[in-house]
């Protein structure tokens, strides 16, 4: 585990314990996305790589409140300040990912990417839907990502877990096969 991931955890787990108890991870989540959009604009790196030469958070503090501030919330500008204060904001990425994470887990979501060389067609992508429904034990989004490299077959990422069926994997496991 990373230092980062590490700082990052308690401050996840509060907002998301706070969110859940107002009945409001949604909204959470929202503001979440528009920090995150906020910290991959280039002035927002330049603030970063600053961080480390003046110790001082204020100046990333202001960047985000001044852009995003009109769509966030009393609460989540004080979790923010919060974080400053600590000096934490660096974490603010690894903050966002779990965040995310310990949603999914509470709702049992889990977003699957397929890439594929071709679109599935709609019976393919309900068989998918299901099969991995039955296997993780929650509800299944899939993102469908186009991959014309693999010629044929899928690859599925769901969680940690990568299903390899491209013609590929197939081609290779049939060679070490041979060889051995």
Known sequence: MSEMTEVAQPYA??????AKESNCLDDWQRMFAIIEMVLEQP????VLD???ENG???PLLDLILSAAGEWLDKYFENFLKV???NQRLKALSDVIDQFR???????????????ASEPLDQEQLERLTEALKRKHGKSI?????LDPSLVGGVVIKAGETV???SIQANIDRLSTDLHV
């Open 163 to 165: 299903y390899d069926g």
């Open 13 to 18: 787990k509060a907002a998301f314990d706070f």
């Open 101 to 115: 994470k310990m949603k999914a887990d509470y709702e049992q979501v889990m977003t699957v990417t397929v890439w």
């Open 83 to 85: 974080m400053a204060e």
């Open 50 to 52: 600053d961080l480390d």
């Open 56 to 58: 001082s958070e204020q």
């Open 43 to 46: 002035k927002a790196a330049m």
């Open 141 to 145: 989004t899939l993102e469908q990502q």
